[in-house]
């Protein structure tokens, strides 16, 4: 059965709150150069799906410290959150630079880009 686009991948797994936050920067973190990850999926893998707003809160106040690929994160939808003017050009032109493509109405081909987690990642 093919998945559909932006769909939940890997093997999620429960994490105490404490564990939530250092399993979604490890998973950020794991993220390849020219691959994409959604909000979503980060949270299933960390087994607090729904927890989509924790993903938000990890990147926007651990980014920088934590030098997270904050660039390889979007929404469900292949787009970038981000509105004009307020990083989202900055985002797609990381994103440009390591090879993913967007189409027409400035979205990514998930069913191309999605990072698809080894077992070993989402572990």
Known sequence: MKK????????????SDGDFTSEAIRLI????????ATYGQIAYLTGLYPSVRRV??????????????????VNRQGAISLKPGAGYE?????????GVV??????????RFLW??????SI
């Open 29 to 36: 973190k794991s993220i390849p150069r020219g691959k994409v």
């Open 102 to 111: 967007f189409d027409e109405r400035d979205r990514i081909d998930l069913e």
């Open 56 to 73: 938000v809160w990890i990147l926007h106040s651990c980014s920088k410290k934590e030098r997270l690929p904050w660039h390889r994160v």
């Open 4 to 15: 559909r686009p932006g769909a939940q991948t890997g093997t999620p797994h429960v994490f």
């Open 116 to 121: 698809e987690p080894d077992e070993e990642d």
């Open 90 to 98: 900055r985002q797609k032109e990381m994103l440009k630079r390591e």
